[in-house]
């Protein structure tokens, strides 16, 4: 049985000229007929050739991986219990999911505070990133969780300037995502960070955020769960991609190159790819690099790792350590971005459960060796109130959140598209039956005029969507927490999930669902 699906995807806009007929291990039709006008995505690749490498169209989607990997959360099941409360009065009347309390603390020293235990990863150049940042940036600060401004944000924005070193010294659209966030910042919660990575390293973008953006939050990228190359985005105007070279990013094809241009010209070809570099991790730099940043201001420091090999994991939780960086956020592969190589998204490096088994197993070594280990964060695909509980218990007690980027994006889109069709009246017919305002139709609506009074009609569409998502999520997630008898997130542990498979069970320790509480059971059975 074959865990990929290969050559057709809705990422990559092809299919297979016999629909199921296909040869599962290379994706290809069972019979491959002459005359096919190339469906497919080896038939693409013949005219478009390493345009089809990427989901598209580029801007407009996010993409995840279609692998279906041997083990992933759906493998371990929650467990509840009859009796008992942890957090809470051992009473019916106390111990009540509202009464379930998901504010956290964070960071070396405890001090950064979430209402909800989540991040929104990285989110950069991409232009899904910054049409979508109005309402990812406001709903983010309104549901206190922290937002990140992903690589390159400087490198790319038309408007950044550079002194004589080539270092910015402006740039108004990472004010723009700065500022945004908080200007609607409640009472202290959350918190905006700043990600670097090669080419905003020698911009001096941190630094840049620290001193002149107030920024108090940094982070490092090594890499990401959906590719291990650097970031790409794609260019459609060729003064912006001579610009973005001149700049020092790998640009193709080159746009200096007159041959290059005038095919541009022609329209052969309508979009430039950018791409950024890969790093060069070691120990010594990383920590050189979390010494600069706390000399130049920074407040809390955090690393986000990707899907590396397990000994690239092993270095980003033993460097932090030694660094004493305030989080880790591990990203698994089948996590989803706007444009990564389509099958490197679904091909390379180590699925979710695995990673966040494999770090669970690293901070358990070093903190029994009395090491310090930072706080950890799991992403990789993570959408509901179910996958988040299985998150946070399976990396206890060491991952206190979890980040996520796809789905808050996709929640801000249809936010952003509902409050347009209703302004327009074309309220679509699956959403008529709520009502014909914002008011009706975004249930959370009616609490935000109430908190924010006049200024809630500054808040977008798509931020009251992201703050409605997360609604959900804080509901969902209190109901399984209250089934678990858990009513503060330091209580959720290893113990409340159970595997469903003996191999789900190998990786992660967690016991086998036939052997759960064996002892114990035959003790009652047992009492007179
Ligand atoms: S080119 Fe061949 S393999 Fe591809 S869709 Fe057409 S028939 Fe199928």
């Not at 629909?19 to 599962?24: A, Y």
């Not at 049409?131 to 992903?150: C, D, F, H, Q, R």
Request: one cysteine or more; charged letters at 25%; a neutral charge.
């Amino acid at each position: 049985m074959t865990y990929s699906k290969i050559n057709s995807s809705a990422a990559t806009g092809t299919k297979n000229l016999y629909g199921d007929e296909i040869s599962p291990f290379s994706g290809m039709c069972a019979i491959c007929i002459e005359g096919c006008n190339g469906l497919c995505e080896i038939g693409k690749s013949s005219y478009r050739g390493s345009e089809a490498i990427y989901p598209q169209p580029f801007g407009k989607v996010t993409a995840a991986s279609q692998k279906d990997y041997p083990i992933d959360y759906s493998h371990f099941n929650i467990m509840g219990s009859a009796s008992g409360a942890k957090g809470v009065e051992e009473d019916s009347d106390k111990a009540i999911f509202t009464n379930v309390n998901l504010e956290t603390c964070i960071g070396k020293n405890k001090s950064l505070r979430l209402k909800l235990p989540f991040i929104i990863a990285g989110l950069g150049s991409t232009d899904i990133a910054r049409n979508n940042w109005e309402g990812l940036a406001i709903g983010s600060a309104i549901s206190g969780v922290i937002l990140t401004i992903g690589e390159n944000v400087c490198g790319i924005d038309p408007r950044s300037e550079f002194d004589n070193k080539g270092k910015v010294v402006k740039s108004p659209e990472l004010e723009r995502r700065v500022n945004l966030y908080k200007e609607w910042q409640q009472d202290g919660y959350g918190g905006i960070v700043v990600q670097a990575n090669v080419e905003d390293t020698r911009f001096g973008v941190l630094e840049y955020a620290i001193e002149k953006l107030g920024v108090e939050i940094v982070e490092l990228k090594w890499g990401q769960g959906a590719k291990d190359i650097g970031g790409e985005i794609k260019i459609n105007n060729l003064e912006r991609a001579i610009e973005i070279k001149k700049r020092g990013y790998i640009v193709l094809p080159d746009p200096l190159d007159p041959d290059v241009q005038r095919a541009f010209h022609h329209g052969d070809f309508k979009e430039f790819e950018r791409h950024s570099r890969i790093g060069m991790v070691n120990r010594e730099d990383f920590l050189k690099s979390v010494e600069h940043l706390r000399k130049v201001g920074a407040k809390y420091i955090f690393l986000k790792t990707g899907a590396y090999r397990p000994s690239d994991l092993a270095k980003a939780i033993k460097y932090s350590s030694e660094a004493g960086i305030d989080l880790i956020t591990i990203d698994g592969a089948g996590g989803g971005t706007g444009m990564s190589p389509w099958r490197m998204m679904n091909e390379w490096g180590i699925p979710t459960v695995y990673l966040q088994c494999l770090a669970y197993n690293y901070a358990k070594f070093l903190d029994e060796k009395g090491k310090y280990v930072p706080d950890m964060a799991i992403a990789g695909g993570f959408t509901l109130e179910d996958l988040i509980f299985k998150g946070l218990a399976l990396g206890a007690p060491y991952f206190k959140a979890v980040a996520m980027a796809r789905s808050p994006i996709t929640a801000c889109m249809v936010g952003k598209t509902l409050s347009e069709k209703i302004k327009n009246n074309d309220i679509p017919q699956a959403v008529k039956k709520y009502g014909s305002d914002i008011e009706s139709i975004f249930v959370e609506a009616t609490d935000l005029m109430k908190e924010f009074k006049e200024k809630f009609n500054n808040i977008p569409g798509s931020a009251i969507g992201l703050f409605s998502y997360f609604k959900r999520l804080e509901q969902g997630l209190k109901q399984l927490m209250c089934g678990a008898r858990k009513f503060a997130l330091n209580y959720i542990e290893r113990s409340d999930l159970v595997a469903l498979t003996k191999e789900a069970s190998e990786i992660s320790g967690i016991p086998y669902v036939m052997e759960l509480d064996r002892e114990e059971a035959k003790a009652i059975l047992e009492e007179n």
